[in-house]
Nanobody, 113 residues
Framework: QVQLVESGGGLVEPGGSSALSCVVS???????MAWYRQAPGKQRELVAS???????YYADSVKGRFTISRENAERTVRLGMERLKVEDTAVYYC????????WGQGTQVTVSS
């Protein structure tokens, strides 16, 4: 059973930056990986994904502000976030692009002044 452990969230002021990490208990080498988020009262949505060759996709709402990266040897996927907005407040999760594994606990990102 692959386990996902997200970390790095917290309270950030609007316009600030933060970085999230996801450590996977198994190999991610052959998987397209992704970050998702779920805001209160809303469905979980795809934020960004990264293919095995490094090609990245971003939701329009975060394009130009977020950066997804992967380090296969460390089984880690990261999400850099800049110019954060109040509407970025959510619990952030990682998984494969096809949501193959059981969800981790996520990490809360709260953007507020």
């Amino acid at each position: 059973q692959v386990q996902l452990v997200e970390s790095g969230g917290g309270l950030v002021e609007p316009g600030g930056s933060s970085a999230l990490s996801c450590v996977v208990s198994g190999s991610i080498f052959t998987y397209a990986m992704a970050w998702y988020r779920q805001a209160p009262g809303k469905q979980r949505e795809l934020v960004a994904s990264i293919l095995t060759d490094g090609f990245a996709y971003y939701a329009d709402s975060v394009k130009g502000r977020f950066t997804i990266s992967r380090e296969n040897a460390e089984r880690t996927v990261r999400l850099g976030m800049e110019r954060l907005k109040v509407e970025d407040t959510a619990v952030y999760y990682c998984n494969t692009n096809s949501q193959l594994w059981s969800w981790g606990q996520g990490t809360q990102v709260t953007v507020s002044s």
